[in-house]
């Protein structure tokens, strides 16, 4: 089975965090399954890069932002190999671009267009879970591009759509989709699953426990999405057809 998993950036807030992570994508590595982690920047590590830009240029080009703020990702994807690897584990991280996510031209707020290199499947195939920067790609000019805010869930979707993935998991700060933000609103109701078209009502409506891009590939393509809590067991909310 090949399953891919996403970690958000509170997920991968400190040392434990990770190591909680890196934990889960072992766990579904046993049995001889294939495993690519989707990771993000950790904690609010791309709000401080937002506003580092700010501090240097009122207007910076959007070219040199999606540069600067991919680096959060980075910094998560080797730090997430290192700690599979002190597990025991064989790992390696991959950028976008190493990963061959090929995006549109739109610098910060790139659409995914295609894997465009077996890169991923190579490493799969030699045994290792193959831990990739989300949030980012490369355009046709081989500059980096960011897929918008929260878009690390999109890349998520778009590598178990084009390496066909059994699974699609998403953990996050939360335990599952609920009808309404349950930080906000403590009567808010769990679903156990949810329709595309609804679940991307939510995100538009800007609920953000999922990219709304990610909602759109995941419908196009069929990929099945199971949104989890990284701290909390629980079987959490599928997001799937329901017609
Ligand atoms: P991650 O860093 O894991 O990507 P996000 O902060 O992007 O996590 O998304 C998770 C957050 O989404 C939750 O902490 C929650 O406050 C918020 N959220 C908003 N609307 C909803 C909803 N309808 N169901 C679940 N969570 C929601
Ligand atoms: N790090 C990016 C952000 O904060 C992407 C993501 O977390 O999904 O928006
Ligand atoms: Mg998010």
């Known amino acids: 089975m090949l399953i891919v998993q996403k970690f958000g950036g509170s997920s991968l807030a400190d040392a434990k965090r990770i190591h909680r992570a890196a934990k889960r994508a072992i766990h579904a590595s046993q049995g001889g399954n294939q495993v690519v982690v989707v990771v993000s920047a950790q904690g609010d590590t791309t709000d401080h890069l937002v506003s580092a830009a700010a501090a240097v240029s009122t207007a910076p080009s959007k070219r040199e932002l999606d540069a600067y703020l991919a680096a959060g990702e980075q910094m998560s994807a080797g730090l997430m190999a290192m700690a599979l690897e002190s597990m025991g584990h064989r790992a390696v991280s991959l950028t976008g671009w190493q990963a061959g996510l090929l995006t549109d031209g739109v610098h910060t707020d790139a659409r995914v267009l295609g894997l465009v290199k077996d890169r991923i499947r190579r490493e799969l195939d030699a045994g290792r879970i193959v831990v990739v920067t989300g949030f980012q790609g490369i355009n046709a000019d081989e500059d980096v591009t960011t897929l918008g805010r929260g ?11 084009f390496l066909q993935a059994d699974k699609c998991q998403i953990y996050t700060d939360v335990d599952g989709i609920y009808d309404r933000d349950p930080r906000i609103f403590p009567d808010a109701v769990r679903y156990d699953q949810i329709g ?3 679940m991307l009502c939510l995100a538009r409506q800007g609920a953000q426990v999922l990219h709304d891009r990610c909602v759109e590939l995941a419908k196009e393509h069929g990929v099945q999405i199971q949104v989890l809590s990284s701290f909390r067991p629980g079987p959490g909310t599928i997001v799937k057809s329901l017609q």
């Open 196 to 198: 595309y078209d609804e």
């Open 151 to 161: 878009g690390s869930d999109t890349t998520a979707v778009a590598l178990a759509a």
